[in-house]
């Protein structure tokens, strides 16, 4: 027979986090706790239990705001310190600086728009953004492995956030969260293969 409390560790594993977050949800008043005379922390199973229930009934929806949110977040993180590592940056003067940073934004909504979408079909947005990377790289004559550099800077960047996002989110819903990153690793995988078929065309023509 299961025992009616549980400890902290125990009522954690069986939401699927870490005991620090339960810690967290708990004293912020998001799921009942009780307190022993040695002030250490019990779960009701059956209040664990339903709070799970209820989370649960909502994880669609909530799953695809921890998303939206993180890669609107992204706009602001990607700060021009991190991109001042990047060799490739490194080469850009600040106009093209600008113009990259711009065209890291349009990939964060062109995600976001992709992802909320309901159709299978590859979006066009995702083809004319990987035209205009190449199109950045070639002009500001960075070498294809470096116009593919600058793109996987960014595409890793919106992966991280995804990624950090599915692991801090309070329920977490793993069709959900598959069908995401399927649709993420599509349109970005589209954007690359964009990339590389139109730098390759350049520098046929440049060769010609």
Known sequence: MKKEWMTLSEA????????????????????????????????????????????????????YQVFQNALKRVR??????????????????????????????????????????????????????????????????LSLGEATQAFLFFRNSLLEAMISAYEDAVVRSPHVCSNMFRKYMSFTDQILITLLDTYSAFLKSDAG
């Open 12 to 63: 954690a594993e069986m939401l699927g986090v870490h005991p620090s977050t339960l810690r967290h949800w708990a004293d912020k008043g998001r799921l009942p706790v009780h307190r022993t005379q040695g002030n250490h922390r019990r779960f009701k199973r059956s209040d664990v239990d339903l709070w799970l229930q209820a989370q649960q009934a909502s994880a669609p929806m909530e799953t």
């Open 76 to 141: 602001i993180q990607v700060s021009e310190g991190v991109l001042l590592n990047e060799n490739w940056y490194q080469k850009l003067d600040e106009e093209a600086r600008l113009r990259y940073r711009l065209t890291g934004r349009l990939l964060v909504d062109g995600l976001i728009e992709y992802l909320s979408s309901d159709g299978n079909v590859l979006s066009g947005e995702a083809r004319a953004l990987g035209y205009e990377y190449a199109v950045r790289g070639h002009g500001y004559h």
